[in-house]
């Protein structure tokens, strides 16, 4: 029998909660005078949607798409406020997807708490940055995905596309195509249905991420979806190499540490005195060649990198933010002040003049401001609950592997990956702590009743999906 949903009368409480996260983000709408753009990111994103090419260097264009769609209005206000009712939009799939798996209204509203309420996530939402349409894709994939017992053809081709426009939004999320295939083809359900299901999502998300590199590749010579891998995982290794046993051919010995020692990896990036930097040209036309010395790093030092990505995921857990790099100021509340835009580039200027002539640095706006300042949210909601959600998340995984281990595995690989490729940054760990909310729920979960078994009509009476072709249980 297939799950249904509780009447409208149910959901009275995740109403009320919604509405307060939506005078949460009006609030914040008043609270500031305009969108925050960061340099250089935000500009890079909004010269894209101008001139529909794909950088050559760490952006891909999937957020610029969304951009373009909302040019015609000449507001990057109105990109905020766009990107304030999607974070509504993924507390809502949260909920929905929770309550479809038999959880009490009250468990799913709170998964979909921290999403909702966080101000570190309404302040992505008010920014131009693409982090806000990558959560929304992601969950909005699961959604799909965990939506009935059986996956069908036409949900799996629907969830991988969602995931390939996520891959193309950001890069580090492209494997997540192929946990996904990886939970279709495990599934307890006929081989031919999994193998159907798994071909559609791959498919759909292949096609997508094969024709954007063909596209890149028209400008920039190379089939990829960036150019900026092979700079990244350098940087990383910039924290352990020891040239003397990686022992890198002629080459590849320009790119060995120089003696410039920086506190965090991502650092070496953009710090002209890496070694990297010191090379002539663009450090971006060298990036096949720090791929190159950070693959035969990684090789001849595998538990020095370990060591590196193990301490520095650990930081997303402390109970107190750590300030990674130190010339960061990690913090999870809305500020008061004023944030004005570079000068002298002109990058700006030509954004200000062909998407919205009203580009400006951000300010706050009283007596809105105060009240936001005033607005509380415990760092360790966001760091060391974090762990605990994981660990309750990986528990559920283990013991009741079904309902819990996909959105699982993309927690832990969202939260993994960009550490592992480049650095820890506080902003990099937000996309994994929804789904990592919804794998907790998953995990902690009375199991579901049946109709006609007595319980009170405040639970969730929905039936788990027994039922599958050939007789065999959906997961």
Not at 402 to 414: K, N
Not at 426 to 432: D, E, G, I, Q, T
């Amino acid at each position: 029998m297939a799950p249904t949903l509780a009447g409208p009368r149910d959901h009275g409480l995740f109403g009320c909660v919604l509405a307060l996260a939506a005078a949460l983000r009006v609030l914040v709408m008043l609270g500031y005078d305009t969108a925050r753009l960061y340099w250089y990111d935000s500009f890079t994103y909004l010269n894209t949607a101008v001139h529909l090419r794909p950088q050559g260097a760490f952006h891909p264009a999937g957020y610029s798409w969304f951009l373009w769609a909302l040019r015609p209005f000449r507001s990057v206000e109105l990109v905020a406020g766009v990107q304030h009712a999607m974070g509504l939009a993924v507390g809502v799939m949260i909920y929905l997807l929770l309550r479809r798996r038999s959880l009490p209204a009250w468990g799913a509203a709170l998964a979909a708490a921290p999403v909702l309420f966080d101000p570190a996530f309404v302040r992505l939402e008010h920014a131009v940055l693409s982090d806000t349409q990558v959560i929304f894709l992601l969950v909005a994939a699961l959604l799909v995905l965990m939506w009935r017992g059986e996956v069908s053809t036409r949900a799996a081709a629907v969830a991988g596309a969602l995931l390939a426009l996520a891959g193309l939004t950001r890069t580090a999320t492209v494997p997540l195509l192929g946990l996904a295939a990886l939970y279709l083809l495990l599934r307890r359900t006929a081989w031919q249905a999994r193998w159907r299901a798994t071909l559609a999502l791959v498919a759909a998300g292949a096609l997508p991420l094969a024709a954007y590199a063909g596209w890149y590749a028209q400008h920039h010579g190379r089939f990829a979806l960036s150019g900026s891998d092979g700079v990244a995982l350098w940087a990383r290794t910039m924290t352990f190499a020891d040239c003397s046993v990686i022992k890198p051919p002629a080459d590849q010995a320009a790119l060995c540490p120089n003696g410039t020692v920086l506190d965090a990896a991502s650092e070496y990036v953009w710090d002209p005195r890496a070694s990297l930097n010191r090379l002539p040209g663009d450090r971006f036309t060298h990036n096949d060649l720090a791929r190159a010395f950070a693959l035969r790093a990684i090789a001849a030092q595998p538990l020095d990198y370990l060591r590196e990505v193990v301490r520095d995921t650990s930081l997303a857990f402390t109970w107190e933010p750590v300030a990674h790099p130190k010339r960061m100021s990690p913090t999870t509340a809305f500020q008061r002040g004023s944030w004005p835009l570079p000068s002298g580039q002109p990058l700006v200027d030509q954004v200000r003049k062909e998407y919205d002539p009203d580009i400006r640095g951000m300010r706050s706006v009283e007596p809105f401001a105060s009240i936001l300042a005033a607005y509380p949210y415990p760092w360790f909601l966001h760091g060391t609950l974090f762990g605990v959600l994981l660990l309750a998340g990986g528990a559920g995984a283990v013991l009741r592997p079904r309902p819990a281990l996909l959105p699982w595995s993309f927690a832990v690989f969202l939260l993994v990956a960009p550490v592992a490729a480049l650095d820890f940054d506080h902003r990099y760990v937000l996309p994994a702590i929804p789904v990592a909310c919804v794998a907790a729920a998953l995990a902690v979960r009375r199991p579901a009743p049946r109709r006609g078994s007595g319980y009170p009509r405040g639970y969730d009476h929905v039936a788990r999906p027994e039922a599958s072709v050939n007789g065999s249980r959906a997961s």
